[in-house]
């Protein structure tokens, strides 16, 4: 059995957690925590080992912790790193390297410039074979997952047919649990995102792909409003749908009137979370006008990345095949069933 320690106990941290812990493959040895907060208790409460920095330990003295995290990292196969963006690269410096140890990174690092944590950012959908055996790799953020999940069926469905993709992304202030981060009453822009730079480390640097973004007051998942440009009569949109039937992770609704919707539905259905791990393309809005297909797909911020994780731990640790470690991650995560609930619940009236 392998063991994993994962540093950061956050919207992530606590999601890839809960979901290795069903993982008769794998052993979390603990979780490590920054701040003496509610938290603690709540990972100690689910199980968990929780370890703090050496020099914090003082500041955690009133809680049961198990150690300090610089010994936990003596003991483990690999780190899922969960820490705020940038804090994975300095953890990498200061703590995993000078131990030699094999890293998954999240979405807000970079694998450009001097502060790259990886030349490899992982998409399974597109790059799964170059993660087996690689020491550190950056899984890509929730809004670069999601486009990929889309772009990597269309490019193989039409290839050269494709001429051009304009994406705006419509981001969520924040997460549900997020609940001392205010959410404000305006809509922000975002200069130079860095989420097409990102999406074309995996689907081509040359990649006819244009990203602009902003950021909207709500909780409730990410919205991609994507115009894809072909070469002479674009697809209908019952041809675009069908390239998603059976595809993991991408779920066809009709009747979502919007992403909050959703999210009671996975509520209600007492998803882990209230996720579903996965991206919904509103089959309502899509378009076809003459050379252009226009759609739009909400993205589970939060969710979307806990399975990516779990193929990606498996490349690095097993170095398994592709076929494997999907079916591995099917038994754990359901994708497939919860595909098939939410496409029936919102499915197509009369
Ligand atoms: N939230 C999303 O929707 C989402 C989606 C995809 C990817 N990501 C990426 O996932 C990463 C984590 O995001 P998050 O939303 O989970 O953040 P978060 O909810 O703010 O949680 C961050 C966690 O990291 C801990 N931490 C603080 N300093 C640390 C350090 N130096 N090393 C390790 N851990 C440290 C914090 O501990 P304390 O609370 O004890 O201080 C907290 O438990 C980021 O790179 C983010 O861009 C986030």
Redesign the pocket.
């Known amino acids: 059995m392998k063991k994993i320690f994962v ?7 606590s999601r890839i957690t809960s979901f290795l812990k069903d993982d008769p493959e794998i052993s979390v040895i603990g979780v ?4 003496p ?1 509610d ?1 603690v208790n709540v990972a100690i409460s689910r199980g968990l080992n929780v370890y703090v920095p050496e020099r914090k330990l003082n500041d955690f003295k009133d809680f049961k912790i198990a150690g300090t995290i610089e010994s936990a990292l003596d003991d483990c196969d690999l780190v899922i ?5 940038g ?2 690269y ?2 990498k410096k200061n703590i995993y390297d000078p131990k030699n140890l094999s890293v998954i ?5 970079t694998t450009m410039g001097d502060e790259a944590v990886s030349d490899l950012l992982f998409n399974s959908r597109a790059n799964y074979d170059l993660a087996i055996g690689k020491k550190h790799v950056m ?1 890509g ?2 809004n670069v997952t999601g486009m990929g999940r889309i772009l990597e069926p269309l490019r193989i469905k039409f290839s050269n047919r494709l001429v051009r993709f304009d994406v705006t992304l419509v981001r969520r202030w924040a ?1 549900i649990e ?1 609940t001392d981060k205010q959410v404000t009453d305006t809509i922000e822009m975002t200069e130079k995102p860095h989420h097409g730079d990102d999406v074309k480390m995996y689907f081509g640097k040359d990649a006819p792909l244009f990203v602009r973004a902003i950021k909207v007051p709500t909780r409730q998942m990410h919205l991609h409003i994507m115009d894809i440009r072909f070469s002479g009569k674009a697809p209908t949109p019952s041809e675009i749908h069908e390239i998603f039937t059976n595809e993991f992770g991408v779920a066809i609704l009709w009747t979502a009137k919007g992403t909050k919707d959703i999210r009671d539905y996975a509520k209600n259905m007492g998803f882990n979370f209230t996720d579903t791990n996965m991206i919904h393309i509103h089959a309502n809005m899509t378009v076809s006008i003459d050379d252009t297909v226009q759609m739009m797909y909400s993205d589970d ?2 969710g ?2 806990i399975p990516e994780n779990h193929m990606l731990m498996q490349a690095m640790l097993f170095g398994k095949s592709y076929k494997d470690a999907f079916s591995h991650t099917e038994s754990i995560f359901n994708m497939k069933e919860r595909k098939q609930k939410l496409e029936s619940y919102f499915a197509r009236k009369n």
């Open positions: 540093n950061g106990y956050g919207s992530i941290g490590g925590k920054y701040s907060d938290d790193d969960a820490s705020p963006g804090h994975g300095k953890n990174y999240q979405g807000g690092e899984q953020s929730c997460d997020q911020q939060t979307i990345v």
